[in-house]
């Protein structure tokens, strides 16, 4: 069921300059996602973790620099251009209709267009009544994959915190991305909560022995400060620090690494540039 057929990174950046006013927020930033893999993206306040993210997913053109998918260049890149590349990412908040269930809620996240057709989307048909039963079950199976389909016709506002997110971690997957683009999502979770988290990303990408995961397989791209969550579920690892990539490697390799340690602890450890 792995559909991504292809060696291309999912992801690339080359060499992305991003500055607001005087500030420099993204600095020469080259990186890329690989297929089946989680990548992280870590690195203290200010780093340029949220801008890189917004980068990724079309929120912020990069002043200079290229985006590549699939080994294809990714211009002008839009947040509506996201999921007819195949691309998703939870939003900040939980940005969840209060007024709507749960299953609504996911149904939202699914790509319409890719149901109904382009045409039928661009004249604005309404999408027939089976579309509409083959989105419902597609959002209900996506709950079932987190472990939240008993909460298919709650209210968000009724629910606790740590499910309204796995609710948006639902709409951000129904669409079945072969990238997901996550910030900060264990922001406000409990360390327990946390794990399980891990647990739910882990299993979204191809595990490091190469055993498939239950539905499609999906890339990540993890943009955190909590360093446990990023220690434990990511195949390999970008630090950020003042704006550009200090260190990159697997868990292990970034653990050890003095520039990391330095940037983390605030030792005045000199940078090699
Ligand atoms: N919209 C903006 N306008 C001005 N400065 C910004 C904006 N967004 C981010 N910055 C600045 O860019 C730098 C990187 O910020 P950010 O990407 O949010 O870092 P992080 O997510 O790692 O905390 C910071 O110095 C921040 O103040
Ligand atoms: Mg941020």
Request: aromatic share 2%.
């Amino acid at each position: 069921m792995n559909s991504l057929d292809t060696k291309d990174p999912v992801l690339t950046m080359t060499d992305v300059e991003v500055s607001f006013g005087g500030i420099v927020a993204l600095s020469g930033v080259s990186l890329e996602v690989r297929p089946g893999e989680v990548l992280g993206v870590i690195g203290p306040n200010g780093a340029g973790k949220t801008t890189l993210f917004n980068v990724a997913c079309g929120l912020v053109r990069p002043q200079s620099g290229t985006l590549g998918r699939l080994g294809q260049p990714l211009t002008r890149l839009r947040p509506h251009d996201l999921p007819r590349l195949g691309m998703s990412r939870t939003l900040q908040g939980l940005g969840l209709f209060d007024r709507m269930t749960v299953l609504d809620n996911v149904m939202v996240g699914a790509d319409r267009t890719a149901h109904t057709g382009i045409l039928a989307g661009l004249l604005g048909l309404p999408s027939s009544a089976s579309d509409d039963a083959a989105v419902r079950s597609t959002a209900m199976a996506t709950l079932e994959r987190l472990r939240i389909d008993g909460y298919a016709h709650r209210l968000p506002p009724s629910l606790p915190y740590a499910v309204r997110k796995r609710v948006a971690l639902a709409r951000a997957l129904v669409s079945e991305p072969t990238l997901l683009l996550l910030d900060e999502p264990a922001s406000g979770l409990s360390s327990d909560e946390m794990s399980e988290l891990g647990d739910e990303i882990r299993s979204l990408a191809v595990s490091p022995t190469g055993s498939e995961p239950a539905g499609p397989a999906t890339s990540v791209m993890l943009v955190e400060h909590h360093m446990d969550l990023v220690m434990s579920v990511c195949d390999r690892i970008y630090v950020l620090d003042f704006g550009k990539v200090i260190a990159q490697g697997t868990p292990d390799e970034i653990r050890e690494d003095p520039a990391v340690l330095a940037a983390y602890l605030g030792n005045e450890v000199a940078h090699e540039d």
